[in-house]
């Protein structure tokens, strides 16, 4: 079955789009050039997934990454085969989506896209069953890819390019993986900044 995509709130693919459309069409000038083609008529979104925030003090004490909450939404925003941009809905503590978060038109997309058709071509995956999500770690300017099997019992991530240096983009981590990299930058972290983590 490979990935498959869950089934987002009704109203979440309507609010992506327009945000889109609107930040295409009123952007300041200096990012205009990368938004225009985010206008055309036959602009598509596809994979839609889950977005999951983890703080520092969940990773410093080991907290399985596979109880983080749903924050949102995301889709990717396409023409034909070219992936151009991501939007981002927020959700509500039911998953309902109630508002645009961000869009996004920077190196994440590029290495969404990039994951997905080199997951695409891995024999493994594609033998087995995966929901694709995406967990961010904003404390640490990280974001991976979550393939997240029906049983939960043997979650996946491919952290995106830009990543960390602990982390290797593109490589597929079992979690406790992800964990045993992450946990030492989160302590170290935690020592030095007590400010709250921010989304992004």
């Not at 907290?63 to 151009?84: I, N």
């Not at 990543?163 to 935690?190: K, N, Q, S, W």
């Amino acid at each position: 079955m490979a990935i498959h995509y869950a089934s987002p709130p009704e109203n979440s693919r309507q609010m992506a789009l327009a945000g889109l459309q609107h930040l295409a069409k009123f952007a300041p000038e200096a990012r205009a050039v990368h938004l225009m083609a985010l206008q055309a008529d036959n602009l598509e979104l596809s994979a839609p997934h889950s977005v999951h925030l983890v703080r520092l003090e969940d990773l410093a004490a080991r907290r399985p990454l596979g109880d983080s909450a749903v924050t949102g939404w995301r889709y990717l925003a396409h023409r034909g085969s070219r992936v151009l941009a991501s939007s981002e809905v927020s959700a509500d503590t039911d998953g309902r989506a109630i508002g645009l978060e961000q869009v996004n038109v920077g190196p994440y997309v590029e290495s969404t896209a990039q994951a997905l058709v080199d997951l695409s071509e891995n024999e493994e995956i594609q033998a087995g069953d995966y929901e694709l999500r995406i967990l961010k770690i904003p404390a640490l300017c990280a974001v991976a890819l979550w393939l997240s099997p029906p049983d939960g019992e043997r979650n996946l991530f491919v952290p995106l390019a830009p990543t960390p240096d602990y982390l290797e983009a593109g490589r597929i981590y079992p979690e406790d993986e992800v964990l045993d990299a992450c946990e030492g930058p989160a302590r170290l972290r935690l020592q030095f900044d007590d400010s709250r983590d921010e989304p992004y």
